[in-house]
């Protein structure tokens, strides 16, 4: 069946701790993408890549990192400097190039609770 | 930049009953796309339904409707025949595609819907 997975599903992690969140894509998408979700709100993008080895900063950045080192997988840090980490993530991913209309497909979340 | 405006925060419906959820959108590039998605209380995204700006004929998917007035810059969804099961939250969202920004998505605030027995 293709695809995307996150993991963890749910995630505690201490004050001043670095963590990563995983998100992997078998739809051979070209772009995947990072975005932030608090409750009873709307998404907000933190960072997205349209092709290997590149990435772009979306909307809420700072706090977070990324990399994107093969095509099917682009992991996403929150790092110390993340003031109010705690929040549910979502990755996606999506076509760029060709016809259509380039929707995106989505993984189930990660919820982060910062203790 | 884009702008999407969802203004209905909350909206109930009556089970077999049709419904309308309001989107508006703001942009300067002339070929975009316009998306639905649904997000259950499970959290995951669900796409629902696309219309491509050039796209002359509203789209549709099932009970989804996608009812696009450009000179009004307006692109709401429809739901037909209610089902308890359509309980959930409705983003609107767009993107451009065919510039350096093609596949990046911009969402609106989203709009609870209740279907209610």
């Known amino acids: 069946d293709g695809g995307i997975t996150q993991s963890p599903k749910y995630l505690f992690r201490k004050e001043g701790q670095n963590v990563t969140l995983s998100c992997e894509q078998n739809?051979?998408?070209?772009?995947m993408y990072w975005y932030r979700q608090d409750p009873g709100q709307g998404l907000r993008l933190i960072y997205y890549s349209q092709i290997v080895n590149d990435f772009q900063k979306g909307d809420i950045a700072e706090g977070y990192s990324v990399s994107r080192e093969k095509k099917e997988s682009f992991p996403l840090t929150v790092t110390s400097a993340q003031k109010n980490p705690t929040a549910f993530y979502l990755c996606?991913?999506?076509?760029?190039f060709g016809a259509g209309g380039h929707e995106q497909f989505f993984g189930p979340g990660t919820r982060l609770t910062v203790l | 930049a884009q702008k999407i405006t969802q203004t209905q925060p909350g909206m109930f419906v009556q089970e077999k009953e049709a419904v309308t959820l309001d989107c508006t959108y703001d942009?300067?590039?002339?070929?975009?796309?316009l998306f639905w998605y649904k997000q259950p209380s499970s959290g995951e995204m669900i796409f629902l339904i696309y219309?491509?700006?050039?796209?002359?004929q509203n789209a549709t998917e099932g009970r989804y409707s996608l009812n696009f007035q450009k000179a009004r810059k307006s692109a709401n969804l429809v739901i037909s025949a209610s089902q308890l099961g359509d309980s959930a939250m409705y983003f609107c969202a767009m993107s451009p595609l065919i510039n350096t920004n093609a596949g990046k998505s911009t969402f609106g605030d989203g709009t609870t819907l209740t279907v209610k027995p």
């Open positions: 739809l051979n998408h070209d772009a």
């Open positions: 996606a991913s999506s076509m760029v």
């Open positions: 942009t300067s590039d002339q070929s975009y796309g």
């Open positions: 219309q491509g700006s050039y796209d002359e």
